[in-house]
Each structure stands twice: as C-alpha cells, then as structure tokens.
C-alpha cells in the first residue's frame, strides 16, 4: 500500500495527516496484525455451521487449545492452485435486499505433515453442502490413494476457520484437492469482495472490488489466508453482459474471450485470466464494472488505466497514463530487471479506504490517488499522484522475486518511490521535499519513548514481516541517511546485486551489510568501524541521537534525543550510542565530515571567531537533530537575519525544525525557538516557512482558545504580510501561477497565514474569487492550488448562504480531488449549528462515504469551534459508531487523535478519563491505543503550558510592538 511522506503534501495537510498514517499502518499492516492476533486470548471456541444452521459435528471443545483456536494455521498443509470462479452480483437480491456473490473453489494442497485436520482461512461466507452432507469435498490430486473420508465440517467464527476432521490422516508429500461452493455479501464494507457506488447521470451504479491485505482474502474465498502461503492462481469471474471483469493476470484471448451463459435468468459472460506468478492471498484483486479506460503500451507491456466512464471522458486518467510509462521504465534500469508481468493496469474507485494497493498487476486506488484534471486539481494533487503511483509501481517491479526479496523491499519502495517520482518530475525537488514530508515526520514518532527498536536480536528477524517491518518508514530514514554517507553510488550497485543474487535464497538483512562491506574494502576508503556495526547501532536500537556541538571547546557529544526527556527507556545494547556520520557547514573548521563514535570523544579543532558560525547536517542527510552552545546560536540567528541566504533552504528549515523540537525536549528555551521565526519577515522560500508553520500549529493547538492567541496572530501576521506581498508581485496581482512548484506551494501558505491573521487585503481577494464564483457557479474563478484554502477562508468568513453553495458543488463535484477540497473546507465555518449539521452528515454513508466519515469528522475537530462539538458528537455516539462503523471502514485511532489534540486542561483530562470508562464495555477497537496515548498527551500539554505560557505571551506581545 502507498506509503508514508508523500500523504503530506500543502494544502491538504490535514487530509494527509489523515490518510498517511493509515497508509503508514498499511505497510506494516501484516505484522501489527499478527502481533494483535497473537495477544488475544487463547479463548476457546466452538464452531458453527457454515450455511448458517447448527451444525455441531465438530465437538465442542473443553477449555483447550485446539489448533482452531489459534491464529497462526498448522505447518501441516502448503497451497499450491487454487482455482477459484466468482460471480458478483450488481443489483440487489429482490427479496433479501442484499448484494451477495456465489463462488466455488479448488485449491490443490500438499501436506508437508501427516494431519487428520484441515483449517482453512473463511470469514463471513455461507457453504452449500456437498453430496457428502458436509461443507467441501476432498479428493486426491495427482494419483495416490483416495483421500480419507471427512468426518465432520465446521465453521469457527473467532479465528476464521473452515474446519475438516477426517477419519485418517493425509498422507505426507501427497496432493489433494479441497472444493467448495459458497456464498458471500458483496457488503459496503471497504474490505475483501465489497461493493462501491456512484452515481453516473443520476443513475445508481455498483462496482463489485476487492481489498485484500491484511487478512480479508478468506472473505472472499477459502484460503489459506498467510503471506507465505504462496500459491498459483486461476480466477475466473462472471458477470453480467457489457460490465468488464479485470484480475491480476491478462483477460485471456486476444483482449478478452469470454463465454456466454445465462443464470438466474441472466445473460452473463465468463471472464477467465492468465494465472497469476506464485503468490501471497493478499495481492489477489477482482473488480467487476462498467468503468471505461485508456490505454498505452511500452515495449510490449500493456499499460491500462480505469476509472468511471464520466472521469475517462473529461481525460482525468491522462495524467496518471503519462507517468506511468516513464516510471516503469525508470526502475527498470534502476533494478536492472524488466517489468515482470505482460500489462499493467490502475483503477481508481469511489469507494477505497486506503490511499493505493499493489495488487499484482491491478494496482487500485483511491480517486484522488490517481484522477488528475488541470481544471480541478492543485500541484499537490498532482505530487500525490505521482508519488504514489511511483511508490505502487515500485512495489511491483519486485513482486517477481520471492517474498524476502519483496518483503525487504516494502521499506525500500517508500524510498525509491521519490526517486521514481522525481524522475516523472524533475523539477519539483522531490528529494528535497522529503525532508519535510518524510524525515521530519519521521523524527517525530522516533522520539518518543514509545518508540521501536527495528529488532532486539538480529536472529529475529527472519520472518518476511520482520523484514517488512524493519524497513518501515523510521528504519528507511535511518538506513539510507546512513547509507549515503557511506557510498550512494557503492551502496546502490551492491544492492542491486545482492537483491538479484539472494532473490530466490533465504536470506537476512545481514548479508546486505556483508556486502557493503565487500565494496567499502573495495573503495579503499575506510569507514570507523565494520559496516555491520556501524548499521546496528541504528537498526538494532530505537531512537536517534541530537549531536551538540560546543564552538568554545570543540566539543562534539551525542545523546539520546528524548521529546519527553523525563520517559523511560529500555536500556540498549550499544547504550543509546550512534555510529554518526557529521557533515560541516562550516566558516572556518580545518576538519572535512567525521565520523561521532562514542558519547564524547570526538574534539574537533574550531576557532570560531565572533560573528561567525558552524553549521552541522549539511542539507539534513543525517539522521539526527544538531544542537550549538549559545554563542554559535547567537551567530546562526544573526546570519539568518543579515543574511539567510548564507545558509542552504534545507537547512534553515531543519534549524527551524530542531530548534522548536530541542525547545520542546528541554534542550534549549522555547524562546530561542521562536527566535528562529523572527527572520521570517525576509523569507520567501517554501521549506523553512513550512518547517515555521508545522510546529507553530502546535502553539495554535495550545493557544487558540487563551489569551495568546490575539498576540500570536498579531505576531504572524507581521510576519507573514511581506511573503503576501512578494506573491502579490509575482503573480502580477494574483493572474499568473509562480513558475516553481514549491512556490505554489509557498503561495497557499501566504494567502492561507495572511488571510486566517486577518490581514484585510486577503481576505477582500478571498471572497471576492468565492462570490464571483457564488454568482456564476459555471465558472469558478479560484485557481486550482488555491482552492482549499481559499474555499476555507470564505466558508470561515461566511454563513449558511456560502456553507449551503459548498456543499451544493461537493454534491456535484465530477472530480474526487475537488470534492475532497470542498469536503474539508465545509469543516471551516465558525456557526457551531452548521457544524453539528455537518457532524450529523458524517454518519449517512449517502452523504459523506463511509471512507471519509473519520476524517471528516477530524477535520471538523481541527477548527476550534467544532472541536468541543465533535468531541460531544463521539462521546455521544461512541456505541452506535463503534457497532455501525467497527470494521474496516472507521479508524478509531485517526479520531481520537483528531479530536482530543487540543486538550490541556485539568477538566479536559477528567472528561477524557471519564470517556474511556464509560466506554469500556463498548471498547476502542482500533482506538485502544490512542486513547491512552491522548490522556498522556494531554498531561504533557498540561504541563507545557504551565512552563511556557507566561513567557510565550510576553514574547508574542514584545515582538509585536511597533
Ligand atoms: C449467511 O447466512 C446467515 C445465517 O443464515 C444469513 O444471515 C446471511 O444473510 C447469509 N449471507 C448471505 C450472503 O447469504
Ligand atoms: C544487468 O543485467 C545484465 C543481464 O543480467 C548483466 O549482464 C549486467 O551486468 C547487469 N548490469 C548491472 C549494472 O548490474
């Protein structure tokens, strides 16, 4: 699934806070899975009947630990086919009113360990019996001896089993064929076979989709439903005349060959498909629609793209088409590998919870993800589509390989997806965005106590999900930055041949080090210590180190960089000690980059003279935060105001960056941080005004219902008046677009800053664009970049006339990405009636889709108004959303972060700790987490503003004076 940085592009931040941590959840979405499936109680369960009557011919088991109840399947029986037909259907049952699929399956399995048991993944599906009265037949495969008799069959809802007894065993190394005939609801669950809806000429239309990861396939199908249960799959799929059915592997025939049928007193086609390369469950994917598509090729790969006929006609897939060529190309002269699969295809659906998923050959996306429309969409958009498809088609690239091969390069997509990106769009400064989008976020979660050390024992990481998950988003950053320092062009040729050489072997992150170090013994330039244990001290401890620097002695220490400097860590094996790689900014330190292998060995010669500054983390490739003695910070804070073009962009953001993240860790004064804005009023460049808005929206957090917030805003409004102004020349009064596209981005802050501070001129311009456009709904005036913010600023500005035109247009919106845009601006408004209006909207799916109800829900909480009313909105309906929305579809965790950010006080904390009694027989499901993590935030908010308030509001009122 799409990764993590790329989700947090400009003007929907919030959207991508939202959705990028889902998608972060995603990645290592098997392993949190299996490690929840591993901490619920062993409880012992008795099956029930799979057509849905009690069936009790499996023994009711005693309190015991039957293999059935357990969430790992038995090592006894390996996959090899499975041969599996579909036939969803697209209008309701007329008398259950339901929407509901029939299937049958065979899947060929060895056994690997004499068993008189079989489990087989199934969830939610209804079995016809067989002739033998139980719910499958068994016959042997490939020759042998019959296969033994069922004894009873079952079904065991807790841990998602179909279970055979037999009366012999099976016997080892023979193959035998499981076949079954069932029923499933094709529900609006967003998960394994659902459906999703839209409406094209005002008629309702029904896509039948699929979303297999984490563990949804057994919804489906019976499978064995684990990533390492590989196997070879023919799918077949039947569906009614003039809809097209697409699977991962190529319709078979020319085009398509299809069959002729009529069931049900329907006239149906037969679609069957190239089996697919041996694989995991959860790449599988089968979509049934109407949608129309365009289509290209490269060098004999078909590349298709997919979307609702209405999106194809207005040429929305075109963009996506575009990329995706050079993309492929791209990483296959990256990976020295050609694309593995005859065609390529990319859909996008109006329903999808997620942001994308790689499924083998059927990528699937959300709209947003992949429908671009220069009319309708921002630059951000178009990042986004880029990246992600960048980051999807890296997935693919791998998926020939074998599951280790694949499983270490989940991480390592969310990596070369910038580079793929970046090659689709070279002038974006893709890479450089990364430090704001990846790193610094990145940053943020691995300071914290909480955080994880990528293994305790490197023998532990064996397992494809261990691999995954060490190559999550924090172990990527660390990796790479490390990487780099040691060879980019060394480390990136090794890879490709360890990657091709171990593809097929079982193999440990370890012997990449191994080869690294082959090359570095090579390169002649020897590095502090071994490869490996240069790595180990980032991948086998959690956390990262803030280096401070002390021009006086030239003294360079490291520690441990704690946000909280007061939590408790695990002790380390390397003792909280980094192997560091120090790059120099430097006015007139003799010393090129060392290397910091110890706490405090390390003087470096410095005669800093008054005046002049040392910079360390040259264009932040390291991974860690960088501290000075006061002197030095004197001397920065002096060079920013004279004469900030000194230091490169990437680095006055990331002082920015460290300096409020050091406040916030006790290194240094919050006051130094803010400091580090002052030099703002001369700033142009997109990335430190980034970095200065990011972590002042924690001040707004804290502020904006105190007696700061009127300083504050006077305070940014000085500040942020003369960047209005430069975009004002720029664009000649706002008519043309800045050329660069991290000045379009850079103008969305200063419009959004100067007009919610209030500077009058912006907001005149504002909501002129909105009642020209309110005036003649034909024509919107607002230029795409700009639409979000300035769709709030007027929704803010405005009352019911401006909120119910809004709405009116997201109704109507024929682009996904402009109803997104006007779905979180309705959030905006200040009349608490219509937000509570809007609260009520959430939970009518025919309103707000199920897939944006927590979001939107968060977006509402985000603005200060409805933040106490969205928070009465879940206490109040915590049960009924919990038991509505409980699945898939609702994350728990993104809305009790969304809407108990702000909380700071002594009354709020009370409420939050009533909260979680009152609910704790309903549960938190996905939320369990979160809302113990809010009640610590909120007692560390507590605590901040006692510290810092007082202060901070002097400061804001000083520096505001004439
Ligand atoms: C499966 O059986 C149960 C119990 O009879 C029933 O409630 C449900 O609607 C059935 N599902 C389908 C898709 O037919
Ligand atoms: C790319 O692959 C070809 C064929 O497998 C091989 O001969 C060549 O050396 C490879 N190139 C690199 C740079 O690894």
Known sequence: MGAKGFFISKAVGVVG???GAGAVATIIALSVVYSQEKAKTDAPVAPTDGTGTTLPTVPTPAPSNEPWDKYRLPESLVP????????PRLIPDPITKLYIFTGTSHVVFKCVKETQLILIHSNKLNYTKALNGFLATLTTEGGGAPAPAIKSSGLVEKTQYLVLQLSDSLVKDQKYKLSTTFTGELADDLGGFYRSEYLENGVKKIVA???MQPTDARKAFPCFDEPAMKAIFHITLVHAHGTRALSN????????????????????????FEPTKKMSTYLLAFIVSDFGFIQTTLEGVLIRIFARKAAIDANQGEYALSVTGPILKFFENYYNATYPLPKSDQIALPDFNAGAMENWGLITYRETALLYDAKYSSNSNKERIASIISHELAHMAFVKKSYHYMALCVGFASYVEYLGADHAEPSWGVKDLTVLSDIHRVFAVDALASSHPLSSKAEDIQRPEQISELFDAISYSKVQSTLTKINNKVSLCILQTYLNKFAYGNTVYTDLWDHLQMAVDESGKPLPGRVHDIMNTWVLQMGFPVITIDTATGLVTQKHFLLDPESNVEASPYNYEWIVPITWMKTNINQPSIWLTKKSDTRVEMKVISGQWVLANLDTVGYYRVNYDMANWESLL?????????????????????????????????????????YLTKETEYMPWESALDNLDFF???????????PMQAYLLKQVTPLFDHFRILTVDWTIIPPGHMDQYNQVNAIGKACSTGLPQCQTLVQGWFTSWMDNPAVNPIEPNLRSTVYCSAIAAGGAKEWDFAWDQFLKASIATEAEKLRAALACTKEPWLLNRYLEYTLNPSLIRKQDATSTIVYIASNVVGQPLAWDFIRDRWSYIFNQYGGGSFSFSNLINGVTERFSSKFELQQLEQFKKDNEAVGFGSGTLAVEQAIERTKANMMWISENKQQVLKWFVDNTLP
């Open 700 to 710: 707004y957090l804290m502020f904006d219902r105190s007696e700061v917030l009127g």
């Open 638 to 678: 002096n060079a920013l105001t004279s004469n900030h073009q000194d230091i490169p962009k990437i680095n006055r953001a990331q002082l920015i960056d460290d300096a409020f993240n050091l406040a916030r860790a006790k290194e240094i004064s919050t006051i130094l941080a803010l400091r580090t804005t002052q």
């Open 80 to 87: 090899e086919t499975y041969t599996v037909t579909l036939h």
């Open 249 to 272: 592997g190529m319709e078979t025939g020319e085009l398509i060959r299809t069959t002729d049928q009529t069931i049900d007193g329907m006239s149906v086609q037969v679609t069957t």
């Open 17 to 19: 806070i939202v959705l």
């Open 209 to 211: 989709t699929t979303q």
